[in-house]
């Protein structure tokens, strides 16, 4: 029978080992978590003579550990520069629960071939050193480009209205690009291209691969006639131009005149004979007039017509002639009449009121005259007979 104590120590003997089993793991893997280490989600690009390509590079090591950054291997006339914060950088502490990023910058000249190239970036600290292989492949036409894409390139409406196009701008290279943003329009319009969101810029970086919404805002001139308007929006950034054709089609506002051309809406005639009235359609709006129709709401028995009766076309700012012939009824008493006459079309319309003044005839007046004439020489004859008894 074994003693108290000998159980004892067979129990801690037990938990020791349990206790070492669970702790070297454990530390095994705390060493591998803390060892230096250097990943990058892209470890080969394509880039096109002349440009630039940008490595994200993040830096893993023990909490509080520096680690020292270097490239190696650079092809001969090529740039290579390691980036953090907007400094050059070749040391970085280590945030266990933040690594640091660190952006290599690599500048590969005009006349480099066709070809793949490598550099080596080496990190060391204290937990050891890591070493990470980069490839650049340099092609003439492989560095991806940029564009300009739109679901609605021409929008349509009245001269007095404003004009918004939604654009993407896509950066399908792989280095980050700042772009300068152009609207190129008719004269006398207002235009505005500028970064979604904002109001003043008239410029964005977009990351490699990443693309940007841009706003593009075109207001007519007040004078703007019908017709369809042609804007281009440009996007550059060195060794790259991007472009997007837009179309505006303006409808135009309808608004017609009908008046005199002296600004007098009144006439004389006579009952039963013809007088005409000059009138004058304009076109005081910025669409053309088509098919003006002329017409008239005279009083019963009365005749008005108008030459044209309907008139094929008026262009913005101008003026067409048109002849009104009013024709009292027979039997109309002297006095004066009115009389709606009205220009439209299916847009617009306006209307005058003409006041017509009905004046006794001249014939009427002889006759009257006549018969006047005759009583006086019945009156005469009368007195004659019986004024000698």
Do not use: C, H
Request: proline content about 6%; glycine content about 10%.
């Amino acid at each position: 029978m074994r003693s108290p104590a000998g159980r004892g120590r067979r129990t801690a003997v037990l938990m020791a080992a349990a206790l070492l089993a669970w702790s070297v793991p454990a530390v095994a893997a705390r060493a591998q978590a803390e060892a230096v280490r250097l990943t990058t989600p892209y470890a080969g690009v394509a880039v096109e003579p002349g440009n630039s390509a940008t490595f994200e590079l993040s830096v893993q090591a023990g909490d509080g550990e520096r680690v020292a950054l270097e490239v190696d291997d650079v092809p001969a006339g090529w740039t290579a520069r390691l980036r953090g914060g907007g400094f050059d950088v070749s040391e970085v502490i280590v945030d266990a629960d933040s690594p640091p990023s660190v952006q290599l910058e690599v500048a590969v000249p005009d006349n480099t071939p066709d070809g793949d190239y490598q550099l080596r970036v080496s990190a060391r600290g204290a937990s050891g050193s890591d070493q990470l292989i980069l490839r650049v492949e340099v092609r003439a036409v492989a560095g991806g480009s940029v564009a300009l894409v739109t679901d609605f390139p021409a929008l349509r409406g009245q001269a007095s209205a404003s004009f918004n196009f939604s654009l993407t701008l896509e950066n399908e290279t792989p280095r980050e690009l700042q772009f300068d943003l152009q609207a190129v329009g008719p004269e006398g319009w207002t235009l505005t291209a500028q970064p979604s969101g904002e109001s003043q810029a008239s410029s964005l970086t977009v990351a490699g691969g990443s693309s940007a919404q841009i706003s593009v805002d075109a207001r007519p001139p007040a004078d703007v006639v019908a017709g369809m308007y042609p804007i281009k929006v440009l996007a550059s950034a060195p060794g790259q131009r991007a472009e997007a054709d837009l179309a505006v089609e303006i409808t135009g506002t309808f608004d017609l005149l009908l008046t005199t051309p002296d600004q007098r809406l009144n006439a004389e005639a006579v009952a039963g004979r013809a007088t005409t009235l000059n009138l004058l359609v304009a076109n005081e709006g910025s669409a053309p007039l088509m098919g003006v129709d002329l017409t008239a709401t005279p009083p019963s028995g009365w005749d008005v017509t108008f030459d044209p009766e309907v008139i094929e076309q008026i262009a913005p700012g101008q003026t067409a002639d048109v002849t009104a012939t009013i024709t009292p009824a027979g039997e109309a008493l002297a006095g004066d009449y009115r009389i709606t006459m009205r220009a439209s079309v299916p847009e617009a319309n306006d209307q005058i009121e003409i006041r017509t003044t009905v004046n006794t005839s001249a014939l009427w007046g002889f006759v009257g005259v006549g018969i006047i004439a005759v009583a006086f020489a019945g009156l005469a004859a009368v007195f004659r007979r019986f004024g000698r008894r």
